[in-house]
């Protein structure tokens, strides 16, 4: 957004920023990722409490007292906040209304996020519904997305597509087909042979197990996972 869209002036909040054992939550192994995350546009860490649990799998704690005057302070058009299953992101709602802030939305969350059945269900449609409506605008990763946004009575209108995006010409220009190649053997691979890649943490809620089953039907393709965790 700083290099490509000048015309927005961002500036990111971080509650924190983890160490490597609180990153590695998950994959079961700590990790620090090797490249700046923090460089090339303007961002505030607000709490320096590295340790803290930063998984997802429940409501987090996380919150940070300093955002209610750095988020004022920087005076903002917009504040985008990608849910409600943080304390820091209530905070920041909570600041967005009583200063009459518009907040966007945009997250991974879709029909099949919540209970499935019962009053389980029930509760989180009524809860979900609840904290959209405290939202000006709505952006769609993806088409599970805008379906997510449309059956809990989101207004056409008011959604924009925003979909997770890779950079193709980074990962294509990265190595030569000779070091492809030479990967390729390094990993046991096929040196010709479509390859599927599966990257993320080997949890069930990512259902790395399904790729191998699909895999089995597919005679002309093989299989990378890239990833740690329980799986």
């Not at 998984?55 to 990608?82: G, N, R």
């Not at 379906?147 to 220009?173: C, I, Q």
């Not at 943490?201 to 191998?212: C, G, I």
């Amino acid at each position: 957004i700083h290099a490509h869209a000048p015309e927005i002036e961002l500036r990111v909040f971080y509650g924190l920023v983890p160490n490597a054992i609180a990153q590695g939550s998950g994959f079961d192994a700590s990790f620090e990722w090797d490249q700046p995350l923090l460089d090339g546009y303007s961002s505030v860490v607000l709490e320096r409490d590295a340790s803290a649990n930063i998984s997802a799998k429940a409501f987090s704690t996380i919150d940070a007292a300093a955002l209610d005057v750095a988020l004022i302070e920087s005076a903002p058009d917009f504040v985008l906040i990608p849910g409600w299953h943080a304390a820091i992101y209530r905070r920041a709602m909570r600041l967005c209304h009583e200063h009459g802030i518009p907040a966007l939305y945009r997250g991974d969350s879709n029909l099949l996020s919540g209970p499935q059945s019962g009053l389980a269900r029930t509760a989180w449609r009524a809860r979900t519904r609840a904290r959209l409506r405290e939202y000006s605008g709505f952006l769609s990763v993806g088409a599970r997305a805008r379906e997510y946004l449309t059956a809990f009575g989101v207004p056409e209108p008011l959604t924009f597509d925003s979909p997770h995006a890779v950079d193709n010409a980074h990962f294509d220009m990265a190595v030569s087909d000779e070091e492809r190649g030479t990967l390729r053997r390094h990993l046991g691979l096929a040196p010709d042979t479509f390859t599927v890649l599966f990257a993320g943490k080997l949890e069930a809620k990512k259902r790395p197990v399904d790729v191998v089953r699909a895999l089995e039907r597919v005679p002309y393709a093989q299989l990378l996972i890239v990833g740690r965790g329980p799986l």
